[in-house]
Nanobody, 130 residues
Framework: DVQLQASGGGLVQAGGSLRLSCAAS????????IGWFRQAPGKEREGLSCISDIDPSPIYRMSVKDRFTISRDKAKNTVYLQMNNLKPEDTAVYYC???????????????????????WGQGTQVTVSS
């Protein structure tokens, strides 16, 4: 079974940093792209970043590109999301999910893309205090 487990959330003050982890089991990164999403209370789930073996570089939603960095450790089968200079508006439950082979694109063009992803892990709560 393909499974993802997100962790690393917590409470942090504005301006602080967190590193989220997405541990994968039941598959290898060769076959899937891994994306990070978040869902704030009362809002739709939105895509943030994605990484794959096929794409030349990771993709990011423009609104987080300068503060968030996605990376992966193949030996640990884990994808990370380093989040710096956190803001209260980053408060949300963060999720990871798989996409087939390459990262779907179009977040900044208004495309939802949630249907392109599967195997959603349980989320991890990030709370940023002002």
């Amino acid at each position: 079974d393909v499974q993802l487990q997100a962790s690393g959330g917590g409470l942090v003050q504005a301006g602080g940093s967190l590193r989220l982890s997405c541990a994968a089991s039941g598959f290898t990164f060769d076959d899937y792209a891994i994306g990070w999403f978040r869902q704030a209370p009362g809002k739709e789930r939105e895509g943030l970043s994605c990484i794959s073996d096929i794409d030349p570089s990771p993709i990011y939603r423009m609104s987080v590109k300068d503060r968030f960095t996605i990376s992966r450790d193949k030996a640990k089968n884990t994808v990370y999301l380093q989040m710096n200079n956190l803001k209260p508006e980053d408060t949300a439950v963060y999720y990871c999910a798989t996409a087939d082979y390459s990262c779907p694109t179009g977040w900044d063009l208004g495309y939802d893309l949630r249907d392109e992803y599967d195997n959603w892990g349980q989320g991890t709560q990030v709370t940023v205090s002002s």
